[in-house]
């Protein structure tokens, strides 16, 4: 199977089969869940704040007590941590040009796998396996994952599952990019539904491309370990100190680890610092992947940047060839329109919609291309 060859086939038969007479089966208690408690609600000055940290991560506590009308600046981490608390903030979390870090280039690979139910766990347990692996996206449909990897030979991980394919265990359809992801942060005074007539609307188009640079430096592995929290985790470095002696048994200085995300930030590896922000907390959320396929790249990358633009909804999205992934977090009303919203749009094929099967984490995972101690040797080498 080649690289590009992907999506092929309509999934109109998978998307059927989730229609009801009355619109989409989907878990309730799930997605749709309860009303929202006194505690969970909040405030306009919270929304505002979400609005502010969700365009810039990096503004002073003074500056957004000053801007939303808080008369004490320790308001604001007070306000966050409730937020994380409900959990609609997470971060903010670094995206790092890792093709910058070494001589090889880095690819991201995504991967469409449909398997028997029953092999649900052995599946699972193979593919958190294998290095390089970012995040397994359990879909609703009880035989299917979405996966990706970063690693420098996609055609290792074609390899490899083909090998999986080979023992009847899966089947797969993937694709490979260089592509960065772009992060659009909910508006929390927006509507919850997009507005479709805007799809084409005039916009600067973002540059998914990583910058071509290459600093002279030598990482070590410690260097390499920051860099995985920063991309999933934390900054934090007494919070860094703790996981590492708790979990992997190291015991690393604060000035060590200072040090290193010093390097980390100076080198100019860092892309962006962003928080991602849900528009409610994450199980009160409709979670899916779309993908869209398009012969103009241009047209593709100006639908995705435009949908949902000024909403109240989370979106990251990128491009693999013809093919564009974007990652939601929405209002479960949007369920029954997502389906038929491309269809009418010339140009733009709808080759899958995916929704979280789960907003617990048995069977979802999300990590770095950093792997814990067993793989960082491995890595390393991969690396260099």
């Known amino acids: 199977m080649q690289i590009h060859q992907f999506f092929e086939r309509n999934n109109r038969q998978d998307l059927e089969k989730m229609k009801i007479q009355n619109g989409f089966s989907f878990p309730q208690k799930e997605l749709r869940g309860k009303k929202m408690t006194k505690k969970e609600k909040i405030s306009r000055k919270e929304k505002q704040l979400l609005n502010i940290i969700g365009k810039d991560s990096?503004?002073?506590?003074?500056?957004?007590?000053?801007?939303?009308?808080?008369?004490?600046?320790?308001?604001?981490?007070?306000?966050?941590?409730?937020?994380?608390?409900?959990?609609?903030?997470?971060?903010?979390?670094?995206?790092?040009?890792?093709?910058?870090?070494?001589?090889?280039?880095?690819?991201?690979?995504y991967a469409d796998?449909?398997?028997?139910?029953?092999?649900?766990?052995l599946l699972f347990t193979l593919l958190k396996s294998i290095p390089g692996i970012r995040w397994i996206f359990p879909v609703q449909q009880e035989d299917r994952f979405f996966v990706q990897f970063q690693c420098n030979h996609y055609s290792i991980i074609g390899k490899l599952l083909k090998i999986v394919a080979q023992n009847h265990l899966i089947t797969y359809r993937m694709k490979a990019s260089k592509n960065r992801w772009i992060i659009m942060n909910p508006n929390f005074f927006g509507p919850p539904l997009p507005d479709t007539r805007s799809?084409?609307?005039h916009c600067t188009?973002?540059?998914?491309?990583?910058?071509?640079?290459?600093?002279?430096?030598?990482?070590?592995?410690?260097?390499?370990?920051?860099?995985?929290?920063?991309?999933?985790?934390?900054d934090s470095i007494n919070r860094i100190r703790n996981i590492e002696y708790k979990v992997y048994g190291n015991f690393w200085t604060y000035s060590q680890i200072q040090y290193s995300i010093r390097k980390i930030k100076t080198s100019g590896i860092i892309q962006s610092k962003e928080y991602h922000i849900s528009p409610y907390p994450r199980n009160?959320?409709?979670?899916?992947?779309?993908?869209?396929?398009?012969?103009?790249?241009?047209?593709?990358?100006?639908?995705?940047?435009?949908?949902?633009?000024?909403?109240?909804?989370?979106?990251?999205?990128?491009?693999?060839?013809?093919t564009g992934f974007?990652?939601?977090?929405?209002?479960p009303e949007i369920m029954p329109e997502i389906i038929t919203i491309f269809d009418a749009v010339e140009g733009i094929t709808t080759k899958g919609v995916y929704y979280l099967r789960t907003h617990s984490r048995r069977h979802y995972h999300k990590g770095s291309v950093l792997p814990p101690n067993s793989h960082r040797?491995?890595?390393?080498?991969?690396?260099?």
């Open 113 to 121: 796998i449909a398997y028997s139910p029953e092999d649900r766990d």
């Open 205 to 234: 188009l973002p540059d998914l491309t990583y910058p071509r640079i290459h600093p002279d430096i030598k990482w070590t592995t410690t260097d390499l370990t920051c860099m995985q929290y920063l991309q999933v985790e934390t």
């Open 326 to 331: 974007l990652f939601c977090w929405a209002s």
């Open 58 to 109: 990096q503004l002073s506590y003074k500056y957004i007590a000053s801007t939303i009308g808080y008369k004490r600046e320790n308001t604001i981490p007070k306000r966050i941590k409730k937020l994380r608390e409900l959990d609609i903030v997470r971060g903010p979390y670094c995206d790092i040009n890792l093709g910058a870090v070494g001589k090889n280039q880095v690819y991201n690979i």
């Open 377 to 384: 040797k491995v890595l390393v080498r991969a690396i260099f």
């Open 284 to 322: 009160k959320c409709c979670t899916f992947i779309l993908v869209l396929q398009a012969k103009q790249k241009k047209t593709l990358l100006r639908v995705l940047h435009n949908f949902g633009r000024g909403c109240r909804l989370h979106k990251s999205y990128t491009i693999a060839g013809d």
């Open 199 to 201: 799809l084409f609307a």
